[in-house]
């Protein structure tokens, strides 16, 4: 015997209703406490996000030990590059205003392959007019000196052009109005 249209489309409200009222006693349990006090997110995320400790510091909180290197680097071409870039991170290194930890220093092969993380032609994304970049080992042929030479050899790793004409004069390539 089938049931009768009434009897079916009872069955069909009472489930709606049902289901709907399941959904909505899920959606309650399953929100956080805090969601939708400012906005479809949760407000507690705020308050635990600004307990968050500190990692970085900019440049310039380096300058108060480091007045040397960070003199030579503000006056340079990478005075826009994050010392941490190329460090690591304050965090590792400094603790309530003294130092805590001791940051790798790169030396040799290593500091080339810093360099060429963003100099690197290979690395078509970078536009010549935003970072200007070098095919190696061309760079190198082009002024007859050995392959094994680091970039640091040539350029200061802090202001990367400033004692460039003396190594131009070194490598025997200064050019005429130089
Ligand atoms: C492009 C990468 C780069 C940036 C940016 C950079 N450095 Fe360096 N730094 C190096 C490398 C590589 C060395 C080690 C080789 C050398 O001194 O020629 C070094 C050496 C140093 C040293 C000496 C470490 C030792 O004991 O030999 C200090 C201190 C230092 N940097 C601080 C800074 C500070 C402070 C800044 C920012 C104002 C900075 N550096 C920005 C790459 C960088
Ligand atoms: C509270 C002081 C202080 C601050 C701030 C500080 N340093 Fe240092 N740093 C030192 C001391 C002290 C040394 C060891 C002696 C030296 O090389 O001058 C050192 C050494 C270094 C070295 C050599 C490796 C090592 O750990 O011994 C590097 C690289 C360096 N610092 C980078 C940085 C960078 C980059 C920053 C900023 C993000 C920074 N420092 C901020 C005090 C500081
Ligand atoms: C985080 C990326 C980054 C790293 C790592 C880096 N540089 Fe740079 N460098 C730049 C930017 C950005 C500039 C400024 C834009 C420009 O002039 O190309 C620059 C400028 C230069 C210039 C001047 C180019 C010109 O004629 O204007 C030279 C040379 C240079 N860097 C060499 C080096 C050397 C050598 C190293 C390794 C010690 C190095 N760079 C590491 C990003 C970087
Ligand atoms: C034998 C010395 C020497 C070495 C080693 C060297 N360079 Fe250079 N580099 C120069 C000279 C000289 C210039 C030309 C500077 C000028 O006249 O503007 C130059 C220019 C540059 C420029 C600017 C290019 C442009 O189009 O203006 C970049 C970037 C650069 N070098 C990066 C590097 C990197 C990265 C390394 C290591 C892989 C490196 N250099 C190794 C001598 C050297």
Redesign the pocket.
Known sequence: MGLTYRRRLLIVLISIVVLSAGGLLIKRLLLPKSFGVYGPYRADAIAEAALVPIRHGT?AS??KC?PY??KI??KGR?QA???E???GTFADHVTDGKKSGTLP???EKE?TT??LRCHNTEIKARHEEVIKTVAMPDHLKNQNVKLTNNC?QCH???APLKYINRAKQITGMMEAGL
């Open positions: 440049n380096c300058l480091h290197e960070a680097h503000k990478h590059i994050s010392c870039f190329c460090h220093v790169k030396k500091i810093l360099c640091n200061h790793v802090h």
